[in-house]
């Protein structure tokens, strides 16, 4: 009986499991959305489902090729969910990320509501690289470089901004920045700008400022 317990609960951990791996994964490549406890088991629930579908051959191959009720199966078991789980949590995140399924359904002239549930996750979420104006709430103005050493918080009631490089008026750089940390209750409003400062002479960033 203890044995047969050991095998469900066993069992079931390996059903639920890759649920909360996709999902970790999908959301590693796009901005997370809000959604309660419930809602969050159900899509992890969907999501192992799917893997079941996927990789139902390979468990099959698993629990009828090889002997039953031996540490080797459930090792064999336990790898397939992990491996096969990332693996199809990485591919479903870089579909979302790439928007294809969105692309095909807008050119077949199919209107869809985009997943990104904010500008500012649309735009951070791409992990680009820019010249960027934070006028703040009071109206004093921060100029930076946001690059892969920034960070622009996903939080949807926090976002905070972190700028690895800051300039002083007329993008002066200051040898002694290492980046300003901006409240995201204090920010008025950002300005982008690539390849040109402000005042108009083309500029080349260098990797490593000093």
Known sequence: MMYDSIDTAFYTAL???PGYVIISIVNAFNP????NESKYFLK???YSFVNLGVWGWVYSVVLNKTVPETSLQWLLLAFVTLVG??????FIGLIKQKMHLSRLLN???????????SAWDYLFSKQESYYV?????DDKIVRGWFSDKSFASSDPDNHDLYIEQCYGDGWSEDPQSRGIYI?????????FKE???EDGEKSERKENPK
Do not use: N, W
């Open 44 to 46: 992890c629930l969907l």
């Open 107 to 117: 050119h077949l002239r199919i209107l869809t509501i985009h997943p990104t549930q």
């Open 183 to 191: 409240p995201g209750d204090q920010i008025k409003y950002i300005e």
């Open 133 to 137: 104006i934070v006028t703040m709430k």
């Open 195 to 197: 390849g040109e400062m």
């Open 32 to 35: 997370q959305s809000r959604f």
């Open 85 to 90: 789980s990332a693996l199809l949590g990485f």
């Open 15 to 17: 059903f639920l499991l």
